[in-house]
């Protein structure tokens, strides 16, 4: 198999520790970033924790858009749209976006508990009307705290993945049960990526009362509804 | 402690689970209605099932609403603004509002795995626009499934409490802490229900997909987070 995964805007906590974590897994990773460099920088941290043998390598956003067809966003809310219109002519057709942004209000200066209201319904939904035609948006990976996935332990989260596409769906469901301890859930269309998107808002003012690292399961489904490793 | 629970528009699935599960912890409950009738025939079937000992009567919406200071408010989202505007004479001053609404789209023949986009935020700020001043709203009980809370089994969901009187929240902590299973969690202000009553509509959507019965917990946060029995 010799899918890589590359994550666009991957040098932040988001995308290191699903980068670490899936670099763990064996998987062949690519981290992007506006600069060769600072993507360098954030392999060399990674091979570091996840062993010399990590198929990771670091290279610029389109670059790394280029030359897959599993791509993660893991940008703030407010380098999005300006990341998918300069990465527009680098998608390979029939490739699988991964939106993990959160609108939160402190994209333009509020509270990371708050959230923003997008046109679109929800970062998910902006993203899916600025890709080319043919390339499948998927949210997931919205709610897992960053600080639990840049460590060691087991993440205590399920990941809700929200797709139009049922096969793009399986392949992230997939994708999140590669991370131990999490549980992919197929969360249905992706309009509801409205819901999941805000729960990292709540789960960001329940860290900050509580001073925790919040996660969320999901009980009382059938075992055959969650995917995990 | 002759702490009396109102449960105004009680006799739907969610007020009978919450009346059911709490007269099963000692508690006294008034479950309220439109019609005394359907409050007694409600309390009949609560009765049967929480033992003849269950201290639980049933009375009109108004009288049950006079008679505590402790109301928790159960019905759906189309029903919610003109009943508490018929109850506006009736309330204590000082009492606590628990507003379990979710403004579901089905409320106006859309679907209830989507939400109504509410002009205060929440169905809880609407409630807490339209109670008599000195009466603190406290929004909670919003996920757990009605199915299950009207079982005999542990309830494996939380209930995220939302409300700007820590001394009201705090009330409803332990409410929720009487369910078996539950846990009660701060889920800081009011302003927090709007997450909380949409996280409803997530999990009914999932129940529909999955066949289910839905519930949440928040992983990650310190033991003094949660308040379980």
């Known amino acids: 198999m010799s899918r890589t995964i590359a994550i666009l805007g991957g040098t932040g906590p988001a995308g290191v520790g699903l980068a670490l974590r899936w670099a763990r897994a064996g998987e062949t990773v690519v981290v992007g970033s506006r600069s060769v460099e600072r993507a360098q920088e954030a392999v060399a941290k990674i091979r570091e924790r996840a062993g010399a043998g990590a198929k990771v390598t670091g290279e610029e956003n389109a ?9 993660v966003l893991t940008v703030p ?23 993990a942004t959160v609108p939160l209000a402190s ?7 708050r959230m923003l209201g997008v046109w679109q319904g929800s970062a998910a939904q902006q ?10 948006v998927v949210g997931a990976f919205h709610n897992a705290s960053a600080d639990v996935m840049n460590g060691d332990d087991p ?25 131990p301890g999490v549980r992919g859930i197929d969360a249905g269309k992706l309009e509801n990526a409205r819901i999941v998107e805000q729960i ?30």
Not at 77 to 99: V, W, Y
Not at 107 to 113: E, I, L, Q, T, Y
Not at 127 to 136: R, S
């Open 107 to 113: 994209s333009v200066g509020g509270r990371a508990s």
């Open 155 to 179: 993440v205590e989260c399920d990941v809700l993945v929200c797709s139009d596409d049922p096969e793009a769906t399986k392949v992230v469901m997939e994708l999140a049960a590669k991370i």
């Open 77 to 99: 809310f407010e380098g999005q749209a300006a990341l998918l219109k300069q990465l527009k002519p680098a998608f390979r057709p029939n490739s699988i976006l991964i939106d």
């Open 200 to 229: 990292t808002a709540l789960l960001i003012g329940l860290n900050i009362r509580h001073k925790g690292h919040g996660g969320i399961r999901i009980t009382g489904l059938p075992e055959t509804s969650y995917r995990s490793s």
């Open 63 to 71: 670059a790394a858009c280029a030359g897959s067809d599993l791509l």
């Open 127 to 136: 993203a899916a009307e600025l890709v080319p035609k043919g390339v499948t």
